[in-house]
């Protein structure tokens, strides 16, 4: 028994002065196919409201207030040879009531006519004019309803398009003169008509067209230029299509509902801004709700020194046989190279001493939002090493044990940059230009080792518009 005793010491000390050091190469792991420009487009709806008050004081200018028949008061207007008439027609304020894409602008006119007339045959007078009479003197102004109405189109070019319909005049009160003892209203409604048309002709040329695109340009630039987030980072909306969905009135408002293709990301380091030219407006598929997708960027360095004061300096013992073997964390060291998996070097000492490494699979606990490094396994080339040198050190207690510590609480990160992406969202971009958003749901969508950082994508979903208060826009 004792002799037994002596050889299992002997064979220990034997044992630690042949202690041996291990050092194999770094795994190569393939590259995978994830790429950070690869980001999911999202919708983003954009309310363009317009203040319609300019245009309207423009017609408003526009639109003669007098109209009068040629050489009024002193000359007449004579279609025949047994007629002849003058009058002064004026209109009240315009009144105007937006419908759907259609502008109504109507007012109220007020006209008065003098007239006289004579016998004739074959176009030849045989009397002379008779006393002039009146209408709308007296008895007051006669009364009419007179009204445009403009329809609406938006053109792909960013063009609003305004078609201007002269609507019959419609009489309130008749003007019967004393002379022809009839209603003489329709003749009044027809050289009114004339009138009317002229101003017609005047809205369509100047005001037919209206171009919004370097408005919508300006816009276009807004978004594509990065903005910094509470110092968290860079949001940039990178809008990539547009579509208009609906364009209609209301009061005294052109609302325009635009759908925004876009591919948001916030990213740690300011982008470029791209000077690129707003596309037309094109069609495609509706997709609900707003996606912002955030690129955080965690350091090895500092996701390695939170597992180091868990991990080192814990120790562990092993027998093979009849000896006792020691394992005691030394240093744990993350890195990546562009695969699912996380490379973890392990520099350990005890019986043996030098380093290996093991890979795991980054993954997210969205109940507790922990960064967790699942799936621990000891990488080929160490397999190797250690099955030929120390095969004792091939336990599932280390990696179980590295399993164990490699986690990494995310959920001040993540509540932080909701509210800054909250409080971004709902902010003036420019003067008359604000966003309303609201982020209902943020989650960790993607976990991607780089070969210098961990990029962990977080995704904010919500809703996003853009209201557009004021735009200005001249004719």
């Not at 968290?232 to 299509?241: A, D, T, V, Y």
């Not at 598929?285 to 180091?308: K, Q, T, W």
Request: charged share 20%; hydrophobic share 35%; with cysteine.
């Amino acid at each position: 028994m004792i002799r037994l005793l002596i050889l299992i010491v002997l064979s220990g000390i034997f044992t630690i002065a042949q202690a041996q050091t291990i050092s194999p190469d770094k795994p190569v792991l393939p590259v995978g196919n994830f790429s950070l420009e690869n980001i999911p487009e999202s919708e983003i709806n954009i309310p363009i409201q317009i203040d319609l008050k300019p245009f309207y004081s423009l017609a408003d200018k526009k639109v003669d207030t007098l109209f009068t028949s040629p050489g009024y008061p002193n000359s007449w207007v004579q279609e025949g040879c047994d007629t002849r008439y003058k009058y002064s027609f004026r209109r009240g304020p315009l009144q105007f009531d937006f419908q759907k894409t259609s502008i109504n602008i109507s007012f109220t006119g007020y006209y008065k006519i003098i007239g006289s007339t004579r016998a004739c045959v074959n176009g030849v007078a045989i009397s002379p004019w008779t006393p002039e009479c009146k209408c709308g003197f007296d008895e007051g102004e006669r009364r009419v309803n007179v009204s445009y109405t403009i329809n609406l189109t938006a053109l792909t070019n960013y063009t609003v398009k305004m078609e201007v319909v002269r609507n019959e005049p419609v009489p309130i009160d008749k003007c019967t003169v004393c002379f022809w003892g009839q209603d003489i209203t329709p003749t009044i409604m027809k050289a009114l008509k004339k009138e009317l048309d002229v101003s017609k002709a005047d809205l369509e040329k100047s005001y037919g067209r209206i171009d919004l695109k370097p408005q919508f340009q300006m816009l276009w630039h807004q978004l594509n230029t990065p903005y910094n987030v509470n110092n968290m980072g860079w949001l940039q909306i990178n809008p990539q299509k547009i579509r208009l969905n609906r364009l209609f009135g209301s009061g005294d408002k052109l609302n325009i509902n635009l759908g925004l293709s876009a591919k948001p990301v916030l990213k740690f380091e300011k982008p470029n801004n791209p000077l690129s030219p707003v596309p037309s407006i094109s069609s495609f598929s509706r997709n609900p709700g707003f996606n912002i997708y955030v690129d955080a960027v965690l350091n090895y360095d500092s996701l390695s020194a939170i597992l180091n004061k868990q991990i080192v300096g814990k120790e562990y013992e092993f027998r093979k046989a009849f000896v006792r073997k020691k394992f005691i964390f030394q240093e744990c060291q993350l890195m990546g190279s562009q695969n699912e998996r996380l490379i973890v070097k392990v520099k350990f000492t005890g019986s043996d001493n030098g380093y290996f490494y093991v890979t795991g699979k980054p993954e997210y606990d969205e109940a507790t939002k922990t960064l967790a490094i699942k799936k621990v396994e000891f990488d080929v080339k160490s397999k190797d090493a250690l099955l030929k040198t120390a095969d004792w050190l091939f336990s599932k207690k280390i990696t179980g044990e590295i399993e164990k510590m490699a986690k990494y609480d995310l959920s001040s990160m993540i509540n932080d940059a909701q509210k800054n992406i909250s409080n971004y969202l709902n902010s003036e971009f420019i003067k008359g230009i604000k966003g309303i958003g609201n982020i209902s749901k943020m989650t960790i969508s993607g976990i991607h080792p780089q070969p210098n950082q961990l990029m962990v994508r977080a995704y904010a979903g919500g809703s996003f518009a853009i209201n557009v208060s004021s735009i200005n826009f001249s004719f």
